[in-house]
């Protein structure tokens, strides 16, 4: 398995998703104004959410690269994802983000 490198910045760290980043994962997703440029444009359900934290995991293993989850050290608070996404079928390499 590989092991996702934790990034740190003044206010963030960017680290792996763990499990009990799922609950504000599925209320980011969940947000019609926060999806409406992602994806086909319509909030993600609960299953959908956890099969995208499983895609940003597998896409780690599989390119050695990813989204990290995005936590506010302050406060600890998940507040989005950030990295780099490449999966099979799609045209290049693209910066991925989404923040609460």
Known sequence: MISIPTLETARLMLRQF????????AAL???PVVMRYLSDGRPKSRAETWLAMAFYLGH???RG???????????GEFVGRIGLLNPEGWPGLEVA????
């Open 97 to 100: 983000w989404t923040l609460a």
């Open 29 to 31: 997703h969940a947000d």
């Open 65 to 75: 690269y990813g989204l990290w989850a995005v936590e506010e050290k302050a406060t």
């Open 18 to 25: 763990r499990q009990n980043d799922f609950e504000a994962l």
């Open 60 to 62: 780690w293993e599989l």
